[in-house]
């Protein structure tokens, strides 16, 4: 394998790292986003997560902070997040 065909993320692992789901407000919605962190982050903790609606109350921005592991574990949970269909961003 080449060095050029190695990808490089300027982030050290591990590391603390913060990732904010934003999507349409909804009696679940938090739920649903922890769940699916937990699938790549089994042992995240209830004070990583914090949760905050909009002004208007249509949508809900959840922070999770935790230690990642790699740059595939971010990958992963991206991707996840994005397929969820209340979701419309992710930062």
């Known amino acids: 394998m080449s060095d050029q065909s190695?990808?490089?993320?300027?982030?050290?692992?591990?590391?603390?790292?913060?990732?904010?789901?934003?999507?349409?407000?909804?009696e679940t919605f938090?739920?649903?986003i922890v769940m699916l962190a937990?699938?790549?982050i089994p042992d995240l903790g209830e004070?990583?997560?914090?949760s905050r609606p909009s002004s208007?109350?249509?949508y809900l921005s959840v922070t999770l902070?935790?230690?990642a592991v790699s740059r595939e574990q971010l990958d992963q949970?991206?991707?996840?997040?994005?397929?969820?269909?209340g979701v419309k961003m992710v930062l």
């Open 30 to 32: 938090e739920n649903e």
């Open 38 to 40: 937990r699938e790549h």
């Open 56 to 58: 208007s109350g249509k």
């Open 65 to 67: 902070t935790f230690t």
């Open 47 to 50: 004070g990583a997560v914090h």
């Open 77 to 85: 949970l991206y991707l996840s997040f994005k397929a969820h269909p």
């Open 6 to 26: 190695i990808e490089t993320s300027p982030l050290t692992f591990p590391c603390e790292f913060p990732i904010k789901v934003m999507g349409i407000h909804s």
